[in-house]
């Protein structure tokens, strides 16, 4: 049996009396794009803050490919190769496109010269007009990231990803708040990179899980729901309830039609 | 090249001909006095300039660099008076005096960011003002410290010290562009790069690998380090050095000369330096509430011009290009002037 990507054991993070996760445990098999799901509040971020290392667990264990990586500061872990995006988009909005790439390719470098004149790494640079041809940036090289529509925000963050050369990948909501046309142009890209890095996915839009992810996990108050392939996950009860709210919203129509 | 780029080029050439040229143009046009204010402001930009690396590009607001300052300036003159050491140990120790206090209160302060960190160093530079006016036996408290001067070159029986006017505006200029010119290598740099990234989103840097903290502490001790340059010029300069310089209000003067200047340019803490300092020179012998008018125009600006005098030129020169409708200029990665 092969190591699984990524592992946790009876992971838990609690803020003041919040359990955002509750004993988790969590074993992610490689070679496949994970998705996970769950209502607001399940603490799905949560347990992405905790893998990637902005938030440090208060039990448990987060391992990768077999090695204990709790508690290691983000900046190492992210030299490990687990790369991640934000919720809220979140690129370097002073710089511009072309420097966003640069710095996050050199980032992972122990050594960043003081004196050296940047533009002067031929390999970075090749690589940077490749990643922008890749995510179709080419033209906004020079613009400032913080004038970026929102669409090529989003885009520049999965160049972002994928000059980083990740070995796990966590996407926070890769599609939130896109329009259906920027949506299916991601979806692809994710599909695209699915096939080299393994990812993990968050996303609310349930057409887009369905459609690409190979394996689902449901979250609910920190722990989980169900875990399964998008048919077995469609058709469970427990996940219909908890999270799709079903009886409530009848509940409400009913009540409606009562009153 | 478009014409901004050119107008720049003009206005640099002209700006670096008239510093060379200071020793006999100024006073042929005005009088000497003003030799050596030209001096002063050279060094105080450098100082401004300390506080533009941290606040300009890493996005840590000191108000206490003056302690490095300070420590530069004792370095100076206690390695000259009480250790006998000549003229360049001397401005070694002292260099090295504020590297080595930045190093011990970075530790500390760059663990914090935004108000926490404005107020921590502001804390530090306090407890050694008052420790060194304390100490009058090694500070000479609120006396300071005065020293004569040894010679900076000897050549078998020709000495140059800083006592020739001249030679000492050259020495100051020299130095600050020297310190200047790293400051450009450094922004253009890998490191330069890191540390924008991190003043942008130091989440997000952390998440592409950068060490925030350890680079944080790295730009606190290269701004100590341009700070005790400034500092041990001004022991030089004064052939003094006194606590007064690592009070609080000195470090808010350079926090105050970078951002009007344009923090985050390389020029931006020049030119705010200049202005207030030729203000406080000319006001201040006709009217004594002169920092009224500092207090002023630093207020106007920050509301009216959130990047400084250098961003509105920079917005005004963008204008003119657009005006003569030239397309965008082809660069390659982003080098700030």
């Excluded at chain 1, 790369?83 to 790439?101: G, P």
């Excluded at chain 1, 839009?205 to 992810?213: E, K, L, N, S, T």
């Excluded at chain 2, 010290?161 to 001249?166: I, N």
């Amino acid at each position: 049996m092969t190591t699984p990507v990524l592992e946790t054991r009876n992971l838990t993070r609690r803020f003041g009396g919040l359990t955002a996760v509750d004993n988790l445990s969590l074993t992610l098999p490689g070679g496949k794009l994970h998705a996970i799901i769950g209502p607001n509040g399940a603490g799905k971020t949560t347990l992405f803050n905790l893998v990637s290392g902005l938030l440090r667990p208060n039990a448990g264990q987060v391992l990768f490919r077999g090695r204990d990586i709790t508690g290691l500061p983000a900046h190492e872990i992210s030299r490990l190769g687990i790369k991640r995006t934000l919720q809220v988009k979140s690129v370097f909005a002073q710089l511009t496109v072309a420097e966003n790439l640069w710095i996050t390719f050199e980032g992972s470098n122990r050594f960043l010269h003081p004196f050296r004149d940047a533009a002067s790494d031929p390999a970075a640079r090749e690589r940077v007009s490749r990643t922008l041809e890749q995510i179709g940036l080419t033209a906004l090289a020079r613009r400032q990231a913080g004038t970026l529509s929102y669409g090529d925000v989003a885009l520049l963050e999965i160049g972002m990803a994928l000059i980083s050369d990740p070995q796990l990948l966590l996407l926070d909501e890769p599609t939130c708040g896109m329009s259906p046309a920027e949506t299916e142009r991601a979806v692809a890209k994710i599909r695209e990179m699915a096939r080299t890095i393994d990812i993990i996915i968050i996303e609310h839009d349930m057409p887009v899980v369905f459609g690409i992810a190979d394996a689902i996990t449901v979250m609910a108050q920190g722990a989980i729901l169900a875990s399964g392939n998008a048919k077995e996950i469609s058709e469970d009860e427990r996940v219909r309830e908890a999270y799709l709210g079903r009886p409530e919203d009848e509940d409400y129509v009913e009540e409606a039609v009562n009153a | 090249m478009s014409a901004a780029t050119a107008i720049n080029r003009v206005m640099m050439a002209a700006f670096a001909a008239f510093l060379v040229s200071v020793p006999w143009s100024v006073p042929a046009l005005i009088n000497s006095f003003w030799v050596s204010v030209i001096a002063e402001i050279l060094i105080w930009s450098l100082f401004a300039a300390s506080v533009n690396l941290l606040f300009g590009y890493v996005g840590l607001l000191s108000f206490g660099q003056a302690l490095y300052f300070g420590f530069g300036m004792y370095g100076v003159a206690i390695g000259i008076s009480d250790l006998g050491l000549s003229f360049w140990p001397a401005f070694g120790l002292g260099i090295v005096a504020s590297m080595a206090m930045a190093l011990v209160t970075g530790i500390f302060a760059v663990r914090l960011t935004w108000h926490y960190f404005a107020i921590i160093t502001v804390v530090f530079s306090l407890i050694f003002y008052f420790l060194a006016l304390s100490n009058k036996w090694l500070t000479g408290g609120d006396d300071g410290i005065n020293f004569t001067l040894p010679p900076t070159f000897t050549f078998g029986g020709t000495k140059w010290a800083l006592t020739d006017p001249t030679f000492q505006y050259f020495f100051i200029l020299t130095t600050v562009a020297l310190c200047f010119w790293l400051m450009h290598r450094l922004i253009g740099s890998p490191l330069g790069k890191a540390f924008l990234a991190i003043r942008d989103n130091d989440v997000r840097a952390s998440l592409i690998g950068l060490n925030v903290y350890l680079l944080r502490l790295i730009a606190f001790v290269l701004a100590g380090f341009l700070a005790g340059v400034a500092g041990a010029l001004f022991a030089f300069f004064g052939r003094y050095a006194s606590a007064t310089y690592m009070f609080y209000q000195v470090s808010g003067e350079g926090v105050v000369w970078a951002i009007v200047g344009g923090a985050g340019t390389l020029f931006g803490p020049i030119i705010g330096t200049t202005l207030f300092i030729v203000i406080r020179e000319v006001v201040s012998t006709h009217w004594e509430h002169h920092s009224l008018i500092v207090g002023l125009m630093a207020i106007l600006v920050v509301i009216l011009a959130p990047k400084g005098l250098v961003g509105l030129w920079r917005a005004a020169l963008e204008h003119f290009d657009q005006d003569r409708a030239s397309k965008p200029v082809s660069q390659t990665l982003r080098v700030e002037p």
